[in-house]
């Protein structure tokens, strides 16, 4: 007998003698010409679906909502741990354009660069220092170009699209040309500064992310200025470690540490604010 099967009902004729077997059956329902021929359709139960495993539900009392939650926000890069050790995950590649103005060493830069390929993104360089990123590039370049050097203002058309997003890194000094590349959905920039110069605060201004790492007393002065610093962080960045960086905007900011992992560290060394 089937799950959902049914037991159909006789009523016994009046007329009949006692005993007697003959039934008379429920009156049929009229059946219309179209639908001779035709295998009933069978009505699902209420509640029913497909058979399968039977578990237990898996059920949360509402005061212990707040225990739930994941490792990492957004998809991204995991630049480091924050204040807490949790890890810090740089959003980079996103449906609209996202510019990234770091005030730092390359060292940071090029973490970044090589996570970012971790994640299935190209990147490409455009440097005044090709020495320092020919290494990571090779490094990188394992069957595909997944890292490409360009010189200052010679970066091609990228091509950028949901599956091939492009991280563009402009290593241009602390007065970058305008760059022939610019932002763009899954297409995020990021420029970076040795050091604070002319165009830092306008920059700064335009930029959807800001990183500073240890800058002398009166640079942090003009950056906490420009990035709307409380006072204790503007004197914090004059002593920062290095592998720190004070990541903000104008109403938030966040301490990360950058620790290399060991082929990191085999390749760029330990971390280091200048080269």
Same mark, same amino acid.
């Given at each position: ?13 009046? !007329? ?23 295998? =009933?359709?069978?009505?699902? !139960? ?62 940071? !830069? ?19 220092? =090709? ?52 932002? !763009? ?10 050091? =604070? ?6 920059? #700064? ?13 009166? @640079? ?6 420009? #990035? ?6 503007? @004197? ?27 082929? @990191? ?11």
């Amino acid at each position: 007998m089937g799950l959902l099967s049914r037991t159909t009902r006789v009523r016994r004729d009046p !007329a009949a003698p006692a005993g007697s077997p003959s039934a008379v059956p429920p009156p049929a329902s009229p059946v219309s010409p179209a639908s001779v021929g035709r295998t =009933p359709a069978r009505r699902p !139960a209420p509640g029913f679906g497909l058979l399968g495993p039977r578990r237990e539900r898996h059920e949360l009392d509402p005061d212990r909502f707040a225990e739930l939650g994941l490792p990492v926000g957004d998809d991204g890069v995991v630049v480091g741990t924050d204040a807490q050790g949790a890890p810090a995950v740089l959003g980079l590649v996103r449906p609209a354009a996202f510019d990234v103005v770091l005030v730092g060493g390359a060292w940071t !830069a090029q973490v970044i660069a090589l996570r970012a390929v971790g994640t299935g993104a190209r990147v490409a360089v455009e440097s005044g220092r =090709p020495q320092l990123w020919t290494a990571l590039a090779q490094a990188a370049n394992t069957g595909q170009q997944s890292i490409t050097l360009h010189d200052v203002g010679r970066v091609p058309p990228q091509g950028p699209s949901v599956p091939s997003p492009v991280l563009i890194v402009r290593d241009c000094g602390i007065r970058p040309p305008l760059g022939r590349v610019r932002s !763009a959905p899954w297409q995020p920039v990021l420029t970076l500064l040795p050091y =604070p110069g002319p165009t830092t605060a306008r920059l #700064m201004s335009q930029a959807d992310l800001v990183g500073v790492q240890r800058v002398a007393p009166e @640079e942090a002065v003009q950056i906490g200025r420009t #990035m709307n610093l409380p006072r204790e962080d503007v @004197e914090s960045l004059s002593t920062l470690p290095d592998g720190v960086t004070l990541w903000c905007t104008r109403s938030s900011r966040t301490y990360v540490t950058t620790r290399p992992t060991d082929p @990191e560290a085999g390749l760029l060394g330990a971390a280091r604010r200048l080269e």
